[in-house]
C-alpha cells in the first residue's frame, strides 16, 4: 500500500491563535492517522477496537471524511462496504456486525437482532435500526477535498444507494405526514443518551430487571458511571423488542411503537444530504432539481414542526404527545447545517448557542458541550449528557461555515485541536477540563480532526 499521507502544509490563523508550531499540527496528523489505521479492519473501520469492534453506520460516515486526507482509497471503502448492508427497502443499518469478531464481543449482538429471519435484509448481520443520514453529505465533502476519477467512480455507484437511503427515510418514516423523517429508537438519534430523550423514554414501560436476561459488554470497557443506566438499557431493549416483532416494519407505527420522534439533528442532515446529493448528481450526470426541492421542504418542515419561539431553539417533537421535549440540548443548534435556514432562526440558534449554556464564542473558553451545561440535568461525564463530541462540533462548525460565521467557526476549530492535543483522539471530552472520556482511539474523533487540521 502507497502511504499518501500529506501533511498539511500550513497551520491556520486558529492554531497559530492557540499558540500551536507547525510541528504540533504534524504531531497531531500522524496521530489522527495512526488512530484511523489502528482502527482499519480492512474494508471499514471500527469506531473503537474496545467498545464498538464492528461498523457503525455514521460513524463511517465521519470516518469517510479523515480518510480523504490520508488514504482516499479508504474513504471509498468505507461507504461502499457500508452501503453493501443496506436493506431492499432502503434502509442503511446503524450497525454492520463483522463476521469475523465474536457474537458476544458487543451487546446487542448480531443473535438480538436477527436480521437474517427478515426479508429484505442483507446477507451480513446487521441491527433493523438506521443513524442520521449524513452519509451523502460525507461523501460530497469527502470528494470536493480531493475529486479524483476514483472517487467520481464510487459517486456513481453510491448515488442510486444514497437516494434509496433518503427515499426510505422521507417515505417509510414519515409517521406524522409533514414530510419529516421519524426516528424510533434513541440509538438513531446518535446521541444516545441525551436528555432530549428523558421525557419519551419515560413513558416506555420497563424494569431494570429485564437486563438479568442480557450481559451488557459497554460497562467491562467503560465506567458504568460514564454510561446509560440499566433502566435506560432496558428501555433501549424494549423498544428494540417491539420493533423486531413487527418484522422492523414502518407500516402502523403511529399506533403500535413507543418510541417516535421527530429529531432536529436527523432531519436537518437529510435535508443537508437531499443537497449533497444535487452536487452528487450533478457529477454523475443526475438531475439535481428534485434533490434542491426536497431540501427546500424538509428545511421549511423542520423550522414549522421543530423550531420553538418560545425557547428561541429547535426541540424534538415527541409524536406520542404530539409535543416538544423541553430539554435544551445542543441538537436545537444542529439546523445550522441547512444552508436555507431562515435568517430569524439562524440569528436565534446563535444566540443559544453564544448563551452560557453553550458558550460559543471566536475563543471558546470550555469545549462546546453536548447538553446546556446551566440545566439541572447537565451531567459532565454521562456520555451524551453533558461531554464534548468532535462529530457535534464539526456539524455545528459546518453550519457556522455554510451561513458566513467564520470567527466562530474558527473558535470551533481551535478547541478541536486544542482537544485532542492535551486530550489525545477520545470518543469524548469534559466538557470544562476537556480531559478524555469514553474509548481512547476513537476513530470519527481522529477522521474529524484531520479534516479541519486541513483547512
Ligand atoms: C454510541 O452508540 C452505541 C449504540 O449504537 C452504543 O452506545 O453502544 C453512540 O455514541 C453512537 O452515536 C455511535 O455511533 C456509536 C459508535 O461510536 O456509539
Given at each position: ?59 463511517s460516515a ?11 482509497e479508504?474513504?471509498w ?7 453493501r ?25 448480531p ?19 438506521v ?9 460530497w465533502?469527502?470528494?470536493?477535498r ?7 467512480a464510487?459517486?456513481?455507484r ?14 417509510c418514516?414519515d ?38 436476561a ?12 460514564h ?24 407500516d ?10 421527530e ?13 449533497a ?8 450526470g ?10 427546500v ?13 418560545d ?20 441538537l436545537g ?5 441547512l444552508?436555507?435556514?431562515?435568517a430569524?432562526?439562524v440569528e436565534?440558534?446563535?444566540a ?24 439541572t440535568d447537565?451531567?459532565?461525564l ?6 464534548s ?17 467564520d ?26 477540563t476537556g480531559?478524555?472520556l ?18
Amino acid at each position: 500500500m502507497v502511504n499518501q499521507t500529506v501533511p498539511p502544509t500550513g497551520s491556520g490563523p486558529a492554531v497559530r491563535a492557540a499558540g500551536q508550531t507547525a510541528g504540533e499540527d504534524g504531531r497531531l496528523w500522524e496521530l489522527a492517522r495512526d488512530t484511523l489505521d489502528g482502527n482499519w479492519a480492512g474494508g471499514h473501520t471500527v469506531p473503537s477496537r474496545t467498545l464498538y469492534p464492528h461498523q457503525w453506520s455514521w460513524d463511517s460516515a465521519f470516518i469517510a471524511i479523515g480518510w480523504a486526507h490520508v488514504r482516499p482509497e479508504r474513504t471509498w471503502s468505507e461507504l461502499t462496504s457500508l452501503f453493501r448492508a443496506q436493506w431492499r427497502d432502503g434502509r442503511v443499518p446503524h450497525i454492520v456486525f463483522n463476521p469475523a469478531v465474536s457474537g458476544g464481543a458487543y451487546f446487542p449482538g448480531p443473535g438480538f437482532w436477527a436480521s437474517e429471519t427478515v426479508e429484505g435484509a442483507p446477507a451480513v448481520a446487521t441491527s433493523g435500526l438506521v443513524q442520521p443520514p449524513v452519509h451523502a453529505l460525507a461523501a460530497w465533502h469527502a470528494y470536493r477535498r480531493l475529486p479524483s476519477e476514483e472517487g467520481r467512480a464510487a459517486l456513481r455507484r453510491l448515488y442510486p444507494r444514497l437516494v434509496a437511503q433518503q427515499r426510505y427515510l422521507a417515505t417509510c418514516r414519515d409517521v406524522g405526514g409533514a414530510g419529516l423523517a421519524s426516528i424510533v429508537h434513541p440509538w438513531e438519534s446518535g446521541l444516545d443518551n441525551s436528555p432530549a430523550w428523558d421525557a419519551p423514554m419515560s413513558a416506555v414501560a420497563a424494569e431494570a430487571a429485564v437486563m438479568r436476561a442480557y450481559r451488557r459488554r459497554d460497562t467491562v470497557h467503560a465506567d458504568p458511571a460514564h454510561r446509560p443506566t440499566d433502566l435506560d438499557y432496558a428501555r433501549y431493549v424494549t423498544i428494540v423488542t417491539a420493533y423486531r416483532a413487527g418484522g422492523y416494519r414502518d407500516d402502523d407505527l403511529a399506533e403500535r411503537h413507543p418510541f417516535l420522534v421527530e429529531c432536529p439533528l436527523f432531519n436537518a442532515a437529510m435535508g443537508a444530504s437531499e443537497l449533497a446529493l444535487a452536487g452528487i448528481a450533478e457529477v454523475v450526470g443526475a438531475d439535481p432539481g428534485p434533490h434542491r426541492e426536497r431540501a427546500v421542504r424538509i428545511t421549511q418542515a423542520v423550522v414549522n414542526r421543530l423550531y420553538d419561539p418560545d425557547s428561541g431553539t429547535f426541540h424534538p417533537r415527541d409524536l406520542r404527545t404530539g409535543r416538544l421535549t423541553p430539554a435544551r440540548t445542543v441538537l436545537g443548534l444542529t439546523p445550522l447545517i441547512l444552508p436555507g435556514l431562515p435568517a430569524r432562526q439562524v440569528e436565534a440558534v446563535l444566540a443559544e448557542a453564544r448563551s452560557a449554556r453553550f458558550g460559543l464564542a471566536a475563543r471558546m473558553e470550555r469545549p462546546l458541550p453536548s447538553h446546556d451545561r446551566t440545566a439541572t440535568d447537565f451531567e459532565a461525564l454521562r456520555y451524551w449528557r453533558g461531554p464534548s463530541w468532535m462529530n457535534i462540533v464539526w456539524l455545528i462548525r459546518h453550519g457556522l461555515l455554510v451561513h458566513g460565521h467564520d470567527r466562530l467557526a474558527a473558535g470551533l476549530r481551535t478547541s478541536m485541536i486544542e482537544l485532542v492535543a492535551a486530550a489525545g483522539c477520545h470518543e469524548y471530552f469534559h466538557p470544562d477540563t476537556g480531559a478524555g472520556l469514553g474509548s481512547p482511539a476513537f476513530g470519527w474523533t481522529a477522521a474529524l480532526l484531520l479534516d479541519v487540521l486541513a483547512d
